[in-house]
Every structure is written in structure tokens, then in C-alpha cells.
């Protein structure tokens, strides 16, 4: 098959920009790392491409928040352009700060439909950690949104997260409900059955890594066709990427792989 094109938008400050690339090379597609400049000079540019992902880092030293800045780029300058983008049959990814991208430009939760309307104030957003602080270890996942591309054939994944703000906050709780009614909410933070679980519902750290609420690692919309997570699929694309790749007989799949062969798999 002839080989989906993807472009790993990347800005000052991004720093998982090659091994995402690698990771979506390694499934079957052609990566192409692309400065957000770029874009900005030749919107058209956008027009090429199957796939576009935003990958994880820290866009313009998170010095505003994270994903800020990035994301009013998004939404202003390049908001004809990714609108183009997502009204035809084409895949979004965000992993980490390009999660918070996406969140913070109004691609996600709304996906296409979303990114047509006038610009309202936002109800949720991915803010710092319950502990203060950069956190950054292994977690497991299970799949809450199995219609999404990414995610099809998965149900439990463990992924390394490593973030400072990766809390997911609304402004009302019916918001999470409606999420979860449209099938939106992709991923959860899950725990070993011993462990004891809060009346909340609120699984402790670490296994909830940032206390986001409901224990949302990612989003996806409606359609299935965009994805936004905090965990870093990029980097378990291999077993030997596993922390306890040596210690066990048969150390876990690299299902992080899976998420991108998922994506190339559907333009098959």
C-alpha cells in the first residue's frame, strides 16, 4: 500500500519530535518532522498529510502554561488550515504537551464539529499535578473508547508518563457524564485488583499519576478519529523500552507500537 503521510508538528521547545516520528516509521507510514514555522508561512502545506501528531515536550518552555501558546497558534493563524485538516478522512494525535495542545486549541474534546464553532469559554483543561511537581513513572491504562483508531484491539496498556500538568479539570462535573455518554473519554488510569479504591472512585498516586478527575489519561472525540493522551506510546515500542524487561520471563508487549501500526492500518 502506498504509505500514509504524517506530520509531527513540532515547535520550539519540543523534545519527543524524533522518536515520534520513529515510532510511526517503524508502523508502515512516512514521518515527516515539520517546524510549526513552517505551517504558519504555508498554511497549504497542511493539505498533504494523512496524519498530523503533535508530540510531547515542552512547546515554548510551557512559560505561560503548557501547550498555551501553541495552541493559540493553532486557533488563530492556522485555524482555516486544521479545519480543512480535520473535515476530511484524516487522523490527530496529541501525546502529552501535544495533548495539552489539542485540548487547549478546542480540537478536542469537539473534534471537527467542535472546531466550526465560535469560540467559547473552555470547560476543561489539563492543569498541574496534585502533587506540584514534574512525575514522571510507569502506569497501566485501560481503554475506555475502543471505536477510537488508536486504540482499536487494545484493552489494557502500560505506558511511562512524565509530565507537570496532566490533571484534567472542568468546570462541571456533568461534563465528565457527557464524555463518558459520547464515548469521548479514551483512557483511564487503572490500579492491581488489591487495591483499594477511595468511596471517590479517585485512584491514589501513582497509579493515578495527577489526580485528574475520573482518572482521564486521555480523550478522544466522537468520530474515533483523534486522540489526546497524557502516557508517551512512543516510548514502548519495543520491549527492551520496559523497566522490567529483564526481570521477567515474558516482559509485557510493547503496546505503545500498537497504537501507531492502528493509525497506518487504516489508511490500508
Not at 469521548?184 to 477511595?198: F, H, M, N, R
Request: hydrophobic letters at 40%.
Amino acid at each position: 500500500m502506498v504509505k500514509p503521510r504524517v506530520c509531527v508538528l513540532r515547535a520550539p521547545g519540543t523534545n519527543c519530535d524524533v522518536e515520534t516520528a520513529f515510532a510511526f516509521e517503524m508502523a508502515g507510514a512516512q514521518a515527516d518532522r515539520v517546524h510549526l514555522f513552517e505551517i504558519l508561512e504555508r498554511p497549504q502545506r497542511l493539505d498533504a498529510y494523512q496524519m498530523l501528531c503533535v508530540p510531547g515536550g515542552f512547546s515554548y518552555g510551557d512559560d505561560v502554561g503548557a501547550g498555551v501558546i501553541f495552541a493559540r497558534q493553532l486557533r488563530g493563524q492556522l485555524h482555516d488550515a486544521l479545519g480543512r485538516f480535520l473535515d476530511h478522512d484524516t487522523l490527530a494525535l496529541g501525546i502529552c504537551n501535544g495533548f495539552q495542545v489539542l485540548l487547549k486549541a478546542g480540537v478536542l474534546p469537539g473534534g471537527a464539529a467542535g472546531w466550526r464553532q465560535t469560540e467559547a469559554a473552555p470547560q476543561a483543561t489539563l492543569t498541574w499535578n496534585d502533587n506540584g511537581k514534574y512525575t514522571a513513572l510507569w502506569v497501566r491504562l485501560r481503554i475506555h473508547a475502543p471505536h477510537n483508531v488508536f486504540l482499536q484491539g487494545i484493552e489494557e496498556i502500560e505506558l511511562p508518563v512524565a509530565h507537570a500538568e496532566g490533571r484534567i479539570c472542568v468546570t462541571d462535573q456533568h461534563i465528565t457524564d457527557e464524555w463518558t455518554a459520547e464515548g469521548q473519554v479514551a483512557l483511564k488510569y487503572a490500579a492491581p485488583p488489591d487495591v483499594v479504591v477511595p468511596a471517590d472512585g479517585l485512584l491514589p498516586f501513582p497509579f493515578n499519576p495527577n489526580g485528574s478527575i475520573a482518572n482521564i489519561a486521555g480523550l478522544s472525540d466522537r468520530s474515533g478519529r483523534i486522540l489526546g493522551l497524557m502516557p508517551h506510546p512512543e516510548r514502548f515500542i519495543q520491549r527492551t523500552q520496559h523497566p522490567r524487561w529483564t526481570r521477567e520471563q515474558r516482559p509485557p508487549d510493547p503496546t505503545g507500537r500498537r497504537l501507531f501500526e492502528n493509525a497506518v492500518q487504516y489508511f490500508a
